[in-house]
């Protein structure tokens, strides 16, 4: 290549990636409450978001479901708003709102015009302030609650496999219930029990405010102040349990009879927790298994032998602990012990056979892609600084994470395969259609057979 020629796309590949790069400022509120603005005058949109550090693992035994519950509770409104107007509000303001809970985490958002930046911190402030319990309230989203486990999870086909998952592979620990809870749990909660917990966890020192958009910084900072400075700081110790996962002790299997039409095979084996080293090469060698229509998985096991009607895998990385989930749904006329058996082939292959250069770096422009891609818009941008300050306590991971990412080798690919992806560190599930479900009158003819 000529040297100019040369010289030219390196520059122009420097100010690309210094294009690239997040401009933000952070800081502390008295109260505990950490701030961090992005200014992006592009467009005059805002997005306002608050995340709350605290997650399903942060319940007790007995109360599962808690968080997930504040989720839809803390729309109810308070004092100020009248009950059912909280999202209606930001509508007629031309906002979005939603929020969502995980094991970890609650994150509230809403994207308005730039202008209604004040009605967003505003609505925000009051829901942190005094967020109305109350009997009409709680019993309201009592139900709603269980109206969205039973459609997402008791009456969705193969919709019970995280709770089963995670039941076996974190036995002992927080992590063995999933954010959706459980209908005895829920019922059991008094309003003092959701009083309790909302004075505990929902408090500035346990907040991050992330706001990006089209801002003015100064002011920005007055509002804050003026909405969220007389906020007390929360009292109570907030508790952070601690997560041991044990050694499986071997392969755990389980059938699961489900009102379904094809098998499903879903294995989970542990793995390391998010931001460590191993997690990096984990999420290389998802994309390199699942990652489109390129990928292992779905070249070989669904194009070419055609097995699966759908394959592919995901690292469900945890802020105390990971699995790593590899799974397929059945073809007609092929059998759950042939997708197993495929899946593990595809996995062997990964431990045994060096991954050719030229699939490696496919492999890391895709990942580069998505890096970017998650980062190119104002809510995506709130939301990862909002992440990375509270997971890592670096909200600058959002520039510089990638190079973790770039940092990975192939060998190391091979090294976590081999490390994790151990059958005697998963549990597999396979889910059947309930016609295959043996009554015990038929067991009783087995044994005599």
């Avoid at 005094?130 to 109206?147: L, R």
């Avoid at 104002?378 to 770039?406: K, P």
Wanted: proline share 3%; glycine share 6%.
């Amino acid at each position: 290549m000529h040297k100019y020629l040369l010289i030219t796309l390196l520059m122009t590949s420097v100010a690309y990636a210094q294009d690239r790069r997040i401009e933000f400022e952070e800081y502390d509120l008295d109260n505990g409450l950490h701030v961090i603005l992005h200014q992006d005058n592009s467009t005059p949109i805002v997005n306002v978001s608050v995340l709350y550090h605290v997650g399903s693992k942060n319940e007790k035994e007995g109360r599962s479901g808690f968080a997930h519950f504040f989720e839809h509770l803390m729309f109810e409104g308070s004092p100020n708003i009248e009950a059912g107007m909280y999202s209606k509000i930001l509508e007629r303001a031309g906002g979005t709102d939603n929020a969502n809970t995980s094991n970890d985490r609650t994150f509230y958002y809403a994207t308005l015009p730039s202008h209604y930046l004040e009605l967003g911190l505003y609505m925000e402030s009051e829901r942190m302030l005094h967020a109305t319990i109350d009997s009409a309230g709680v019993a309201t989203q009592k139900e709603v609650v269980k109206e969205e486990k039973r459609l997402r999870v008791d009456n969705r086909p193969y919709g019970s496999f995280q709770s089963n998952m995670f039941a076996a592979a974190f036995k002992g620990t927080n992590y063995e219930w999933t954010p959706i809870g459980s209908f005895e749990d829920i019922d059991a909660g008094t309003n003092e029990d959701f009083k309790e917990f909302f004075n505990t966890f929902y408090v500035p020192n346990n907040a991050t405010l992330a706001i990006a958009g089209d801002i003015d910084v100064a002011e920005s900072k007055v509002l804050i102040k003026k909405y969220f400075d007389e906020i007390k700081r929360g009292e109570k110790e907030i508790p952070r349990p601690e997560i041991n996962v044990s050694d499986l002790g071997g392969e755990v299997r389980q059938d699961v009879f489900d009102n379904i039409q094809l098998p499903a095979v879903i294995q989970g084996y542990h793995m390391a927790k998010q931001g460590s080293d191993d997690y990096y090469s984990m999420q290389m060698l998802t994309q390199l298994l699942s990652g489109g229509e390129s990928s292992r998985f779905q070249k070989e096991i669904k194009d070419k032998q055609q097995i699966a009607a759908f394959v592919g895998s995901f690292p469900f990385a945890l802020e105390d602990a990971g699995i790593f989930i590899s799974l397929g749904l059945v073809n007609m006329g092929r059998t759950p012990e042939e997708l197993e058996k495929a899946l593990d082939a595809e996995i062997d292959r990964v431990k045994n056979e060096p991954i050719p250069e030229k699939e490696f770096q496919k492999l890391r422009n895709q990942i580069e892609n998505n890096f970017i891609s998650s980062n190119s818009t104002v809510s995506g941008i709130a939301e990862s600084l909002a992440d990375y300050y509270v997971y890592f306590g670096d909200a600058n991971l959002i520039n510089s994470e990638i190079d973790r990412y770039m940092a990975v080798t192939k060998e190391d690919i091979m090294n976590v395969a081999k490390k994790y992806l151990d059958k005697d560190n998963r549990v597999t599930l396979t889910y059947l259609p309930k016609s295959a479900q043996k009554t015990p009158e038929d067991e009783e003819i087995d044994k005599k057979n």
